[in-house]
């Protein structure tokens, strides 16, 4: 079962800190155009770069420290999706890495190996309520940590699925954000 998994798993501002870029997909938000300041950054990597060994499932499978800026005042929660849009050929779709809604508005940065105690995070494509790392089977691939910045919050199970979220959130988007990085096996 696991093996199962991992072959069909990929991994997908200010000073020195990179900026991150708008969201462009065809997820079911419809048109992920950029919205607003929103801004998502690591000081673990650059936007476009290459995420550090460490943060792969393979390694010590720990999410990489995030920083977040710019959230609309009228923010009420926050929502975080990893996702691997490269995963398509190899499993057949954009694999789910990390999942978590109701990020209270006022946090500006997400810790490296964070644990959220004041959100929910949802089960991702390995089965797990948890960040699951890179783990691209065939060759490098794009990851995307893309940040929601939410009119409302939530009122989703943590049963709830990636679509599940996605549809919850349309019409409900304050701002929107994206912070690319690569993995290879």
């Given at each position: 079962?696991?093996?199962?998994?991992?072959?069909?798993?990929?991994?997908?501002?200010?000073?020195?800190?990179?900026?991150?870029?708008?969201?462009?997909?065809?997820?079911?938000?419809?048109?992920?155009?950029?919205?607003?300041?929103?801004?998502l950054?690591?000081?673990?990597?650059?936007?476009?770069?290459a995420?550090?060994?460490?943060?792969?499932?393979?390694?010590?499978?720990?999410?990489?420290?995030?920083?977040?800026?710019k959230?609309?005042?009228?923010?009420?929660?926050?929502?975080?999706?990893?996702?691997?849009?490269?995963?398509?050929?190899?499993?057949?779709?954009?694999w789910?890495?990390?999942?978590?809604?109701?990020?209270?508005?006022?946090?500006?940065?997400?810790?490296?190996?964070?644990?959220?105690?004041?959100?929910?995070?949802?089960?991702?494509?390995?089965?797990?309520?948890?960040?699951?790392?890179?783990?691209?089977p065939?060759?490098?691939?794009?990851?995307?940590?893309?940040?929601?910045?939410?009119?409302?919050?939530?009122?989703?199970p943590r049963?709830?699925?990636?679509?599940?979220?996605?549809?919850?959130?349309?019409?409900?988007?304050?701002?929107?954000?994206?912070?690319?990085?690569?993995?290879?096996p």
């Open positions: 079962m696991v093996a199962a998994a991992l072959a069909g798993c990929t991994g997908d501002g200010d000073g020195d800190t990179p900026t991150s870029t708008p969201i462009s997909d065809n997820s079911t938000l419809g048109d992920t155009t950029p919205m607003g300041d929103l801004r950054t690591s000081p673990a990597f650059e936007d476009g770069e995420i550090p060994r460490k943060y792969g499932h393979d390694a010590q499978n720990i999410n990489p420290p995030l920083s977040i800026e959230a609309p005042p009228e923010t009420q929660s926050l929502t975080l999706i990893m996702d691997d849009p490269d995963a398509v050929d190899p499993a057949g779709k954009v789910l890495h990390w999942i978590v809604w109701n990020i209270p508005p006022a946090r500006t940065d997400i810790p490296e190996a964070w644990k959220p105690t004041e959100a929910i995070e949802g089960t991702n494509d390995f089965g797990n309520r948890d960040y699951d790392g890179p783990a691209p065939d060759d490098r691939h794009t990851y995307r940590f893309k940040l929601y910045a939410l009119d409302t919050t939530l009122g989703l049963t709830a699925n990636k679509r599940t979220v996605e549809k919850a959130m349309q019409g409900k988007r304050l701002a929107q954000t994206v912070l690319k990085g690569t993995y290879a």
